[in-house]
C-alpha cells in the first residue's frame, strides 16, 4: 500500500478500513452533539446605565457590573456608544475559576462585543461579570 507521509491522517485513514475486518466488534468513538445554542444569551449594555469615567482628550472609560452569567453559560455583550469610537474592550467575572473570552473586537466604529463562556461545572449558582469599554468622541 502507498504510504502518504504528508497525510497528517494517513494512521487513522487506515486503521478505519482495516480494523473492523480484524476486529467487527470495535466501535469508532462517537461524540455526542450538544446544543449550544440552548446555553447562549445576548445582552445590549447602554452606555447610559455604565460607569462613566471621562479619561480626558475626549477618551471616555465605560463600566457595566453585576451582570450574571450561569455555569456552561455563554453571554455575549454588545457594548455600544453612539457618536464615540471605541478603542478597547475588556470584562472581569468574580472568582478565581474557569472563564473563557471565546470573542472580543469592534464589530462597527461605535460597538465592541465580547463573548464570555462561564465554564465552572459543579455549582449551579451564577457569577458576576463586568464589562468595560474605551472610547474617543
Given at each position: 500500500?502507498f504510504?502518504?507521509?504528508?497525510?497528517?491522517?494517513?494512521?487513522?485513514?487506515y486503521?478505519?478500513?482495516?480494523?473492523?475486518?480484524?476486529y467487527?466488534?470495535?466501535q469508532?468513538?462517537?461524540?455526542?452533539?450538544?446544543?449550544?445554542r440552548q446555553?447562549?444569551?445576548?445582552?445590549a449594555?447602554?452606555?447610559?446605565a455604565?460607569?462613566r469615567t471621562?479619561?480626558g482628550?475626549?477618551?471616555m472609560?465605560?463600566?457595566?457590573?453585576?451582570?450574571l452569567i450561569?455555569?456552561n453559560?455563554?453571554?455575549?455583550?454588545?457594548?455600544?456608544?453612539p457618536?464615540?469610537?471605541?478603542?478597547?474592550?475588556?470584562?472581569?467575572?468574580?472568582?478565581?475559576?474557569?472563564?473563557?473570552?471565546?470573542?472580543?473586537y469592534?464589530?462597527?466604529p461605535?460597538?465592541?462585543?465580547?463573548?464570555?463562556f462561564?465554564g465552572?461545572?459543579?455549582?449551579p449558582?451564577?457569577?458576576?461579570?463586568?464589562?468595560?469599554l474605551?472610547?474617543?468622541?
Amino acid at each position: 500500500m502507498f504510504y502518504d507521509m504528508w497525510n497528517p491522517n494517513y494512521e487513522m485513514m487506515y486503521l478505519q478500513n482495516t480494523l473492523p475486518n480484524v476486529y467487527p466488534e470495535y466501535q469508532f468513538p462517537i461524540h455526542p452533539y450538544r446544543d449550544e445554542r440552548q446555553r447562549r444569551r445576548e445582552i445590549a449594555l447602554s452606555p447610559y446605565a455604565a460607569t462613566r469615567t471621562d479619561l480626558g482628550d475626549g477618551f471616555m472609560s465605560y463600566k457595566w457590573e453585576g451582570e450574571l452569567i450561569n455555569h456552561n453559560e455563554y453571554l455575549t455583550a454588545y457594548m455600544e456608544v453612539p457618536g464615540m469610537k471605541v478603542i478597547s474592550g475588556g470584562w472581569y467575572i468574580s472568582d478565581f475559576s474557569t472563564a473563557y473570552a471565546i470573542e472580543s473586537y469592534p464589530s462597527r466604529p461605535e460597538q465592541w462585543v465580547i463573548t464570555v463562556f462561564n465554564g465552572r461545572s459543579g455549582s449551579p449558582s451564577p457569577r458576576k461579570v463586568s464589562f468595560h469599554l474605551i472610547a474617543k468622541s
